[in-house]
């Protein structure tokens, strides 16, 4: 039996747009909304989490952007001031710049990594 296609959801339901992810013919490959508080990261069509932490939910897409564009595929990333602001305090608050802070989640996601395999 054929799998029914699931019905997308209404925009109102989704969010506050805040970042998207797409690839070089413009399908969406990912974004981060903002809803009830949280910044709530997708990937490939589906949810994958969410965080208080705008700087988590940036970091993880701009690694998938990065993991993209090591595979050789042409993406775009665009993210609004909002999130950017909120991800670079977040790291100041921690005593980081923004780029220090991503280092060390994706040193930190590698860890986990290899101690699951």
């Not at 039996?1 to 747009?17: N, S, V, Y």
């Not at 970091?59 to 595979?71: F, S, Y």
């Amino acid at each position: 039996m054929p799998k029914r296609p699931t019905p997308p959801i209404a925009a109102e339901k989704l969010g506050e747009p805040h970042a998207h992810l797409r690839d070089k013919a413009g399908k969406l490959l990912g974004g981060i909304v903002f809803k009830d508080g949280q910044w709530v990261l997708g990937l490939g069509g589906r949810m994958v989490g969410e965080s208080t932490s705008a700087a988590h939910v940036l970091a993880i897409l701009k690694r998938a952007a990065a993991i993209a564009r090591d595979e050789g595929r042409e993406v775009t990333l665009v993210f609004s001031a909002t999130l950017r602001a909120a991800a670079h305090q977040e790291a100041a608050d921690q005593g980081l710049d923004f780029d220090a802070f991503q280092a060390r989640l994706i040193a930190e996601m590698n860890a986990s990594s290899a101690r699951q395999s």
